[in-house]
């Protein structure tokens, strides 16, 4: 392999390491977040960028099949490096097969770290507790400052999920996020929301960053119009679009009951996960229910933009602190959300905060309708709303402005790093 660690000019180039056990080519989850700010320290910095990363399957947790049979393997895009890892992935989710997932990644990381020279800094995207660890085991090996930015918190998201054993997956996942955390030079933290969780681990304040997450989608391209009617989306009927994952998490069960109790919705979900074949049968011959696959990156923003209102929902019973990434492509596509979420959970702080949507009981079906109902009734008001989730994505939720808090970040840690030898000379 190249020597990518060589001196140019008589200098030699940053080198980091980012550790996320997601990447591209995966559209959705944390997986374009973890590409952004590779690409961005390659392009922006001009360092030498290497990402420790798994096989590609998410949403769908599915292998993708061009990585079938590869143990492990280094790809090179727009100038990073990705070694990538092979590990098991749990076509059905239980805590015992998560658990199993998260050591694989674990030992098979620690087996065959990526070849490169020691890096001046490791980055790491929470969750994967097992990417956490090795992000946290590599930067204490080479004395390098270690920076988790927390996209969730595994802890919290076992108890949440409803599978099988969470309770004291959760346990155990909070243990181990405490003593991954208090290794960090810095942590980032993408919501205000995770900040007393955090500090609830041992991490003390100052040492924690809100960077928050940012807008990835682009423009979208030709007209609502033309889109629905590919889609075959009837003019005149109110179309509601949840994307994403299909998880437990999400309890996606109310949408369909909301289609089963609304015959005048449209309810579309887009994506994949571990429940999409459980829901397809519970919603068997409901005319008002479609199922989609994901959509191209080419044609997501449009997509998303032709539909009436988006959904997000989670599951009653818990208070989820954590944001989902897809939020802030909802607000991008200027149309208003529906969040069937827990009143102070982080989705609908979120919301909120944007004043770009209605916020509803979770798993409650005529809470959903009720939302549709009022937003049909006044469509320019509906607008209104969509209008001021774009604005909130383009003021707040910009690339350039995430990316350049994710710099601040690694800025502000090698700068606590260097302190110390500085001052013992």
Not at 44 to 63: D, I, N, S, T
């Amino acid at each position: 392999m190249r020597d990518t660690g060589a001196i140019r000019g008589g200098e030699r180039p940053e080198r980091l390491l980012l550790v996320s056990t997601n990447y591209a080519p995966e559209q959705t989850g944390i997986g374009p977040y973890a590409t952004d700010i590779a690409e961005h320290l390659v392009a922006g910095r001009r360092a030498e960028v290497h990402v420790l990363a798994g096989m590609p399957h998410y949403p769908a947790w599915r292998l993708d099949p061009a990585y079938r049979g590869v143990r492990r393997t280094v790809d090179e895009r727009a100038g990073v490096l990705i070694h990538r890892r092979a590990h098991s992935v749990p076509v059905r989710q239980t805590a015992a097969r998560r658990a199993l997932y998260e050591a694989s990644i674990l030992a098979h990381g620690l087996m065959a770290p990526p070849r490169m020279g020691p890096p001046d800094a490791v980055l790491a995207q929470v969750p994967s507790l097992a990417g956490g660890l090795l992000a946290a085991r590599l930067a204490r090996r080479h004395r390098a400052p270690f920076l988790p930015v927390v996209q969730d918190l595994m802890g919290a998201a076992a108890a949440q999920s409803g599978i099988s054993g969470g309770g004291r997956a959760a346990g155990a996942a909070a243990a181990v996020e405490r003593r991954m955390l208090r290794e960090a030079t810095l942590v980032g933290i993408i919501h205000e929301t995770f900040r007393d969780r955090v500090r609830a681990l041992g991490v003390p304040e100052d040492r924690i960053r809100l960077v928050p997450n940012w807008t990835h989608i682009a423009e979208p391209g030709g007209t609502p119009a033309a889109t629905r009617a590919r889609l075959g989306w009837k003019p005149g009927e109110t179309v509601l679009l949840h994307s994403g994952n299909m998880g437990l998490k999400q309890g996606l069960e109310v949408l369909v009951e909301t289609a089963r109790r609304a015959p005048h919705l449209r309810v579309v979900l887009m994506g994949e996960g571990s429940r999409r074949g459980r829901l397809e049968e519970l919603g068997a011959g409901l005319p008002n229910l479609d199922f989609l696959p994901p959509a191209a990156a080419e044609d997501f923003p449009a997509v998303l933009a032709a539909a009436d209102a988006l959904l997000v929902t989670q599951r009653a019973g818990v208070l989820d602190m954590s944001v989902p990434s897809k939020l802030t492509s909802y607000f991008a596509a200027g149309r208003p959300v529906i969040a069937s979420v827990a009143d102070g959970s982080g989705t609908a702080e979120e919301i909120r905060r944007a004043d770009a949507g209605w916020v509803v009981a979770p798993e409650n079906p005529d809470a959903v309708i009720a939302a549709a109902r009022e937003l049909a009734a006044d469509p320019e008001a509906a607008g209104a709303v969509g209008a001021r989730g774009a604005d909130y994505a383009r003021t707040r939720l910009g690339r350039d402005t995430g990316l350049g808090r994710v710099c601040a970040l690694l800025d502000e840690a090698l700068e606590r790093h260097r302190a110390p030898k500085e001052n013992a000379r």
